[in-house]
């Protein structure tokens, strides 16, 4: 199985610093959408962990997120592509969960449902978390400069990570 992670926020759709709240606030990076079908249609598995403190903070509902959700699963579809599994962590960041990035659970969460080792998959993120994350199970650290990915850059990146445009960038790499 050939699997690629994405982190969501900054990778796949815009951020935002006061959070993606609303499905009309959920706007697609251009060329994100059309990059996750195009690997889909290239035979990878495309799976999705996303740190979502908003739940807990009471920014929007689990409706809401769900909703964001089937958009990004809707709008691949539309490209002739497939989302794989999405996993989320709806932890605030004093709940010392497991899963909230740069803890490693939600990858450990996707190679489960998988049955597929980590090591050497790569898991592209915009920040430091992200790629914590990653090397926390032994997966490729990628960074994209969407996002905040060129401010992470700035601060620093372990030195084995890859680092692209975008999303777009990535697939080309990948295709």
Known sequence: MKLLILDRDGVINFDSDAYIKTLEEWLPIPGS??????????????AVATNQSGIA?????QATLDAMHARLRELVAGHGGEVG?????PHGPDEGCACRKPKPGMLLAIAEH??????????VGDSKGDLQAALAV????VL??????????????PENTLVFDDLAAVARALI
């Open 144 to 157: 994209v400069k969407t996002g905040k990915g060129e401010k992470t850059l700035e601060n620093g990146v």
């Open 114 to 123: 998988y049955q597929v080792p980590l090591a050497g998959v790569w898991f």
């Open 85 to 89: 599994h999405i996993v989320y962590c």
């Open 33 to 46: 959408v059309e990059a996750i079908a195009q690997l889909s249609k290239a035979g990878w598995t495309v």
């Open 138 to 141: 032994d997966a490729q650290p």
């Open 57 to 61: 903070r009471g920014y929007y509902p």
